[in-house]
């Protein structure tokens, strides 16, 4: 170990340089992803450069580095993704996810080549020291968030708020568990200081896990428990069960405290709601954790992707085209145009991906990351390099199980933890003795070299122009389920060619097709949707922005060919059903309408499926009126609490004649009802007194003052709408406690967009929730 450099100090900072990704915000992107991946391109190429530009010194290394099983296996992974270009079913598509993978690979092969030889624990402890700062950080955040929103926001979405800058919760809890274990390497290694430093910053960490309520780290978190007992065991087994019983206690003490004050202001939260949704408290979410409660989620999504591989078992759908070959399988089970990104298992989504060899390679990684552990207990006869290699495995084990349960594989925070904890790894094995010298790779080396600079330079363009679309997106796509409001020139030439498809697979060339549609450029649109109908054809997103250009036009029979070619392909999109409802009604097709009625409901048996039907009868007129009022009088006793969605529909059946016999004053009636705290009876009340007189937008403002109180937020907001919608409501209230039922739920975006309504029909003392909840 003479000969061993002592300086870490430069791995160590291009290593913390790596962990920034952790704080890198979406600047101005739909997703963080955009920015984040740019961030880790751009280093890598500086890096890669900076190696380069001092190869005589790192010809070892690069020797090294090259020759390890790991990295063959993983190049071989990467040479095959790149492959995939040539087959896949959106080659575009595959070029971006592959932009990321070729970031990730550059993070372990840097990094590997910089911890060459270096002096391998005060390396291991200062990259552990950095993981720390980012584990307290991070926890910090979502305690200090928890706290601050638990009395006036619903606890599943205080939970879910929680994404720090991870894209989602889940992400955040994970990345949470994969630095749990260079914690207690800090704790192991340091002195007293150092130790009670780290206890404190793992509870921390474990009590903001806890807190996230995701049941897969729960797993993750005993997988480390159970690895870290068996080192404590075979690393002290000569030692005596007394040091054993002290190193075992700096995980079971944090980890006890962590869940008496998680499960505490949990229970809290659960108090102050009233009621226990979706989240709750630890026992209550790890109690969560069986088969059948994966039955309708992950396990479905793997039985997809699964069925697909066997199918497809040599090439797959190319790289990163699960999101597109899945949606055949979500025809019947998924809602709207929302597409289920991965199956939760990058192990069988690799396989779907790149069929075999590309399976294959991805999981040998993990078998060779144990099989390395193996040979370093074996063979290095060092206590600290078996805790280094054993504090790693635990590491790269939360990423396999978090691989296993999600798709790791997109986020840059845990592709980061896992480039390093498979570099800092692999490390110790290049101090094993071998009657073998190491291969020199000679030109080969150059060659690879000059190849991964050309790679990641195309990586950086290519994550450059992602973050670019992705900055439009969050401006198009927040207008996606409304008129775009967006200036045509502000859209027309924004989106670069990388991507072609939006955040939700939908092309970007359709989504530019509504903007044209709207200036009535029809032509124009026509050649955008035509153009990227090979973009995303599962989805038949093109198909639905089709009709409405040609219903534009008036030209119903073709708005008729293809909404019914979108709807009966993905037919539980409320868009596409209301379309094909819309042109059965123009064509005259009681039958069709019929039949696309009794398609959507055998799906979605809602109460707007009904009255889209009745609608349509109504404008189709050919149904007896008694069998119409027979439907909609079924449809009201089916759907109670509904009522609201059939208040058009029935005065356009029954026009006045309810008015026309003796009604009891059901206003004043609801009124008498919510002084005597029977917020629900006053609504019903309320709901009789606007089917008597719809124009009247107090009815619909009183039945949302009543869910309001009764916080059932999302009835309150339906009701404010429909209040909203007509125009004799000048005074700003339901637009004031719409905003007010936003922040209950954790939505202050649209929670300040009702303000700014509410402000400009001075209602008064809006002004200070604004400065509240808008800054």
Known sequence: MS?????HWGPG?????????????DFGGADVMGAQWLYVSILDFLVLGYIVFNKNSYNAAIDAVLNLKFTLVYSLLVIWAILSLTYALNAIESLVCLARLMSTYLIFINLSILFYKKALTPLFNLVSIFVAVVLLFDAIYVISGFSKNMVDMN????IISLTGKNGNKNVMAASLLIKFPFLLFVILHNKLLGKVAGMIVLFLGIM??????TRSTYVGLGVVFVLFALSVYLLNKQEGIKKMGIQLSYLILPLFFAFLAANTMLSKAVDLQGFQGGYG?????????TVASEQNSRIHLWEGAIDYATKHPILGAGYGNWKLASIPYEKEYTNDLFVPYHCHNDFIEMFADLGIIGGVAFLALFILSGWAVWQIWKKVGHHSDRLVASIALMAIACYFIDAFFNFPVERTSMQTMFAVAAALLFTPLHFIPSNQAVKSTGKYGTAFLAIAILLIIGSIYVNYQTYTSLKVQKFVMGEINEDPKMALDDV???FPEIPNLSTSTLPIKALVARYYLREKQYDEAMRLLNESDAVNPYLHYNDFIKTAVYSSQSNFDSTFVYAKKAFYNWPRAVSYYKNVIFASAKMKDTAEAT???NTFIKYRNTAEGWNQYLLGLIEINKTPIAITKALLDSAVKMFPADSAVFVKTSSLIYGNAVMNGAIPNYAALGAQAFQKGQYKNAANLYLKASLADPSNYTHFENIGIC????KSFDKAIQYFNLAIALPTANTGKSEFFKAMSYISLGNKAAACSALQAAKLKKYPGVDAQIAQYCK
């Open 13 to 25: 900072f291009c290593t913390f340089l790596y962990l920034l990704v952790h704080f890198i915000p």
């Open 281 to 289: 408290t630890i026992t209550k979410r790890a109690g969560d954790i």
């Open 3 to 7: 000969k061993v450099e002592s300086s």
């Open 208 to 213: 903001a896990l806890f807190i996230l309520n």
């Open 595 to 597: 039949k696309a009625f």
């Open 492 to 494: 027309k030439d924004a």
């Open 155 to 158: 606890l599943d979405q205080n």
């Open 707 to 710: 869910y309001y109180t009764a």
